[in-house]
């Protein structure tokens, strides 16, 4: 069972373009969300965050946008630029009663930003 | 500041055999979680200890079992190993506040392949 979706297994921008990469969820009980960058050889890095009270979180030039009737997030890049080449990986995190806050993470979608 | 730290980078061992992982967290962090990434998927949880003490876990067999140390380190252990068990296994470590905003900062992981 899915409960996280990155249907793009890769996406191709060109430098300097917007990057948009997609994520779809399905359990309403998730409330807070990630992104994580991953390059080869690396752990996942942490991005940017966004909670389900908001629509929209930016930090520089990563906008992720939440659309909570669609369960869906967006992650934009602007302008995108090679370094941004990786492996993106979406999260979804809920707490449970434990007081555990759970990550549940997409398949990811590989970027490839040329020159 | 050194971050998440883990050992060793690759392991390959056969089918039957007993494995064991480690974790530094990062410092400051009292938190380590263990993640399993299969090829083309993304993390998925396996446990996280917390003051010695496994707090979560996620649907593994009980052939997988960890430990925390009193200076918060980690293993992850795992018995009679399947080909399946071939995977980059990530640690994760985090100071629990309670907070929505304890991020979870991840190492390189272990690349482990069983034959």
């Known amino acids: 069972d899915q409960q996280v979706k990155q249907n793009s297994p890769s996406l191709s921008v060109q430098e300097g373009r917007i990057s948009i990469l997609n994520c779809d969820y399905t359990?309403?009980?998730?409330?807070?969300f990630l992104w994580y960058k991953k390059y080869p050889a690396e752990g996942p890095t942490f991005l940017i965050s966004?909670?389900?009270?908001?629509d929209k979180n930016e930090d520089g030039r990563f906008t992720v946008f939440l659309n909570k009737s669609a369960k869906h997030l967006s992650l934009h890049i602007v302008p995108s630029q090679p370094g941004d080449s990786a492996v993106y990986f979406c999260?979804?995190?809920?707490?449970?009663?434990?007081?555990?806050?759970?990550?549940?993470f997409g398949t990811g979608t590989r970027l490839l930003v040329s020159p | 500041d050194a971050g998440v730290t883990q050992s060793p980078t690759h392991l390959i061992k056969t089918r039957g055999q007993q494995v064991t992982l480690r974790c530094s967290p990062k410092s400051g962090h009292d938190t380590v979680s263990w993640y399993q990434q299969a090829l083309g998927q993304g993390p998925q949880f396996i446990f996280q200890?917390?003051?010695?003490?496994?707090?979560q876990r996620g649907n593994f067999p009980d052939r997988f079992s960890g430990h925390q140390f009193p200076n918060y380190s980690s293993e992850l252990n795992v018995n009679a190993l399947l080909l399946g068990d071939s995977a980059l296994y990530l640690c994760?470590?985090?100071?629990?506040?309670?907070?929505?905003?304890?991020?979870?900062?991840f190492g390189p992981g272990t690349r482990l392949t069983v034959l």
């Open positions: 966004i909670s389900s009270i908001k």
């Open positions: 200890y917390y003051e010695e003490e496994e707090r």
């Open positions: 994760a470590s985090s100071l629990s506040t309670g907070k929505r905003t304890d991020t979870q900062y």
């Open positions: 999260a979804a995190s809920t707490i449970l009663n434990t007081g555990f806050q759970k990550l549940v």
């Open positions: 359990n309403s009980m998730f409330d807070y």
